[in-house]
């Protein structure tokens, strides 16, 4: 038993000083992505790629979005990879949207853990929901990113 719990300390001061650890994010990176959808237009994306040579790791993302009255959208980021199929997606979250009191703005702050490689890319995609028949009215919104970029 002794000779266990002795390999397992070990284990632990080798994990702490690999080079495999968690980096402290020394390359802060923030960034916005936005679209606007138009009369009619049922859909809207935005991307931006990773930078050559880099890693990204996001880390929070925050979001404001206006509305037609009586509209409602549907919000998701997600990270491609070069090393999927193109049109794949390598994770994909949504964001839950609070509407303020005047009930056309939307807005969202959410913690998450995102990565994306070099080759890939950061995405917004939004939907109308709910809107009369023709979609009137302009639907835009913003996405806010925060993280940090590895080598």
Known sequence: MQKSISLASAIVVLLASSSAQA???????GFTLSCTMPAGVQTCNAQVSVPAGKRLVIEAVSARAVTPSGQTIQLYISTSAATIPS???????????????NGTTYYATHPIR???MTGGT???HTQRITAPAGSPGTVSHEVWFSGYLLP
């Open 122 to 124: 950061v995405s917004i």
């Open 114 to 116: 995102m990565y994306a």
């Open 87 to 101: 049109g794949s997606t390598a994770s994909r979250h949504f964001i839950a949207l609070t509407p303020a009191p």
């Open 23 to 29: 980096q402290e994010p020394a390359n802060p990176i």
